[in-house]
């Protein structure tokens, strides 16, 4: 795995992450992921990219996030989708918005579809 490819994950579990603030729970979660990926710089790019403007992070992570993910096989999509939808369920619950912003980017990555049979079974 490229050091694109790590930016992209890293980005994608900080994104859905920081919906409602980055609690210590969900720090340690994303620490956890950095280090089982050597991606802890990778991280803190992700990190400082959406702090840039929270607002806007949400749209300029779905073009990066884009880019990068549509060059990868469906199925590996699909399974960084539900990679970050477990981690994220890890602490208990997943809110309404962070599984909108899921979906939508299961849209864009054209797994819509296959994210959602993997999510029901």
Known sequence: ???????AIMLLKSL?????GLD???RDILEESARKLSA???LDWANKFIAEDYISAFE???????K??????????????????????SKGYLTEMETTAILTLSK??????????????
Not at 1 to 7: C, F
Not at 70 to 86: C, T
């Open 1 to 7: 795995m490229d050091e694109l490819d790590k930016k």
């Open 16 to 20: 859905i992450f920081h919906y409602h």
């Open 24 to 26: 210590d729970e969900e």
């Open 40 to 42: 802890s710089r990778e």
């Open 60 to 66: 300029r992570s779905r073009e990066f996030l884009q």
């Open 68 to 89: 990068v993910f549509l060059k990868m096989p469906e199925k590996e999509r699909v399974n960084e989708l539900i990679d970050v939808w477990d981690a994220n369920n």
């Open 108 to 121: 864009d990555w054209q797994v819509e579809k296959s994210f959602l049979e993997k999510v029901n079974h």
